[in-house]
Structures are given as structure tokens and as C-alpha cells.
């Protein structure tokens, strides 16, 4: 950033932003991806460099006023919400749920298919261990897979809940903390690793995030206890 600043201020030496400083400052902003706190950061030291060009206080106050009139008509934007992919085969998609299960610090909400990877087990009753709430939404069909862990889960202290129609309780999603959400095709089995093209969307989009709480809180309110 500060080779970039550095270049705007020479370009202040004649008075003049040319055509090719402005093309050639472009191309370096586009470069360098500047995040929005950076680009605040390049303006505030622009206005400011502007500012020790005039000796008068009235001049300074004019580049004050240019300053905040700009901060006002800049369009409002937010910060890019962080989202990440994962694929299998491979553990690529194992390894984010099981990160984000061992980061969690309140709460889990799981609503899947069916969980048998006895990997994801282990850190599910990691997290109840640390005092970590978690919830379970799966198919009811599911629970009497051989190598089904919900039984296992529901004994040692997660809230478990079943769907009880004709039908698969199908999603494949979970909510961290209500800040992190991983969804996408990904069965929390050990096959879906190690043979399956499956996938895992991982974001903090607040949006998303929301419409998946509201989804799993309906799906919540209407599933049936699971009982062994």
C-alpha cells in the first residue's frame, strides 16, 4: 500500500492526475485487491497529503469539507462474505466439518441424511464434552443403518429429532456458532469421502446463514424425538 500511496502523492507534484497516472494507478489498485479498509486508509492519506499543500487555515478547511462530501457520496458497500469450497473423494470436505465442529464454542446446529463416520463422531462428542450445544436433525430410516452414530450421539448428550413420514429428511447442512454454514452434497459418511464426487459450500454470508437457521429452526419445531 505504501508504494501505491507513494505514487499518488508524486502524481500531486504538478498539479495534475494525467490520463497515464490514472491508468497506471488503476492497474495497481486492481493488482493489489485492496480490502475497503485499505482503500479508506488511501483516501484519508490523500485528503491529508492534500491538506500540507495549503498554509491557510480556511484552504485546509475546504479540503476538510471535500473530504467528508466524498465519504458521503461514496456508494455504501460491505465486506465480501468469506466463502470457501470443498470437494471429494479426498478429505478435503471431512476436514471442514470436523474443523468447524472443533471451533465451534456454543452451539451446533446438524441437519443431515444420515451420520456414520465415526471421524465426525468423535468430534461431535468432543464438542459436547466442552459444554458445546448440539443439535440433530437426520431421516428416521437412517438411524437403523448398521454403523449409524446418531444412537451413539443421543446418549451422550446431543438433542437428537427424526422426521416421521414416507419420505427422506434429505438436507445435508450445519450451522456453527450461527456464524458458519457448511452445505452442499456431502453425506457424513466415510464412503462420501473416500469414493463419492461430493461437495461443501463453506460462508459466512449472514443471509444465507439466516435462511438456514429459520429452515432448521421449522424443521425443529415440527421433527419428532429421537428415542433408541
Not at 488503476?26 to 485492496?34: D, G, N
Amino acid at each position: 500500500m505504501n508504494t501505491t500511496l507513494d505514487n499518488l502523492k508524486t502524481s500531486l507534484e504538478d498539479r495534475i492526475l494525467s490520463k497515464g497516472e490514472k491508468k497506471a494507478l488503476k492497474a495497481v489498485i486492481k493488482e493489489k485487491q485492496f480490502s475497503k479498509h485499505d482503500l479508506n486508509r488511501l483516501r484519508s492519506e490523500i485528503f491529508k497529503e492534500a491538506r500540507s499543500h495549503f498554509t491557510e487555515y480556511k484552504q485546509q478547511q475546504i479540503i476538510d469539507w471535500l473530504e467528508e462530501a466524498n465519504k458521503l457520496l461514496l456508494p455504501v458497500t460491505e465486506e465480501k462474505a468469506s466463502c470457501l469450497s470443498y470437494f471429494s473423494p479426498g478429505n478435503d470436505c471431512l476436514d471442514a466439518i470436523c474443523n468447524q465442529i472443533s471451533y465451534a464454542v456454543n452451539t451446533i446446529d446438524i441437519c443431515v441424511f444420515t451420520i456414520s463416520d465415526n471421524q465426525i463422531r468423535d468430534k461431535i462428542i468432543y464438542a459436547l464434552s466442552k459444554g458445546v450445544k448440539v443439535r440433530i436433525i437426520t431421516d428416521d430410516d437412517k438411524t437403523m443403518d448398521l454403523g449409524s452414530d446418531v444412537e451413539y450421539l443421543s446418549k451422550h448428550g446431543a438433542h437428537v429429532k427424526i422426521d416421521n413420514t414416507n419420505h427422506h429428511m434429505h438436507h445435508k447442512f450445519a450451522i456453527f456458532d450461527q456464524k458458519i454454514l457448511l452445505t452442499g452434497s456431502y453425506n457424513w459418511t466415510r464412503s462420501a469421502a473416500q469414493y463419492n464426487q461430493e461437495n461443501i459450500l463453506e460462508t459466512e454470508d449472514p443471509k444465507a446463514i439466516l435462511d438456514y437457521q429459520n429452515e432448521f429452526n421449522r424443521l425443529w419445531k415440527n421433527m419428532q424425538e429421537f428415542t433408541s
